[in-house]
């Protein structure tokens, strides 16, 4: 069956960073994309961005450019986001998210990152 | 960047009751356009896709129906199960933006 494992949670100070992997398993890797969403406490979801797996391509959103970086290996079926320069309004829930023609069908289950000194 | 405006934020209903949520965007989104359901301390599931077309495995009682910037997702008779927030979501052109969500409690 189709599995997105994440990894756990982190705690980081502010201007730190923090890469999250998503290990898929159950399907054919690179037939998929895989977006990013965070949600912050109590809040609603916000797309971070996606990366197409066959060819590594990404599109980030706007407010997270020059921050976030999107990565996949098809060595080991996993995608990967790091986030750096970390500040408190970057804690929330971190998830990855099956895409296919920009539809995204299945979740992880979240990866709690928490930025506090 | 299309907003997504989800109505009502949240409603309170009863077991077996029919429950009709709605969604604008701010431009036309095409049927590029899909519902997730979010229970307390889950990662969202994906119910709906192309703004009609159920995901493999939700059960039938969920259908949503629109296109262009009216949307709506309806659950035809209420279970406890259901009791959870309910985003959508458009990915007809970038940034992917979700609406505000709408928490379905018990009445």
């Known amino acids: 069956q189709v599995q997105l494992v994440q990894s756990g949670a982190e705690v980081k100070k502010p201007g730190a960073s923090v890469k999250v992997s998503c290990k898929a398993s159950?399907?054919?890797?690179?037939?998929?994309?895989i977006s990013w969403v965070r949600q912050a406490p109590g809040q609603g979801l916000e797309w971070m961005g996606w990366i197409t797996t066959q060819n590594g391509n990404t599109n980030y959103a706007q407010n997270l450019q020059g921050r976030v970086t999107m990565t996949a290996d098809t060595s080991t079926n996993t995608a990967y986001m790091e986030l750096r320069s970390l500040r408190s309004d970057d804690t929330a829930v971190y998830y990855c998210?099956?895409?296919?023609?920009?539809?995204?069908?299945?979740w992880g289950q979240g990866t709690l990152v928490t930025v506090s000194s | 960047d299309i907003q997504m405006t989800q109505s009502p934020s949240s409603l309170s209903a009863s077991v077996g009751d029919r429950v009709t949520i709605t969604c604008r965007a701010s431009?036309?989104?095409?049927?590029?356009l899909a519902w997730f359901q979010q229970k307390p301390g889950t990662a969202p599931k994906s119910l709906i896709y192309?703004?009609?077309s159920l995901q493999s495995g939700v059960p039938s009682k969920f259908s949503g129906s629109g296109s262009g910037t009216d949307f709506s997702l309806t659950i035809s008779s209420l279970q406890p199960e259901d009791f959870a927030t309910y985003y959508c979501q458009q990915y007809n052109s970038y940034p992917l933006t979700f609406g505000g969500g709408t928490k379905v409690e018990i009445k």
């Open positions: 998210a099956r895409v296919l023609w920009g539809a995204l069908n299945f």
């Open positions: 431009q036309n989104v095409s049927n590029f």
């Open positions: 192309a703004a009609s």
């Open positions: 159950g399907y054919t890797f690179t037939t998929y994309g």
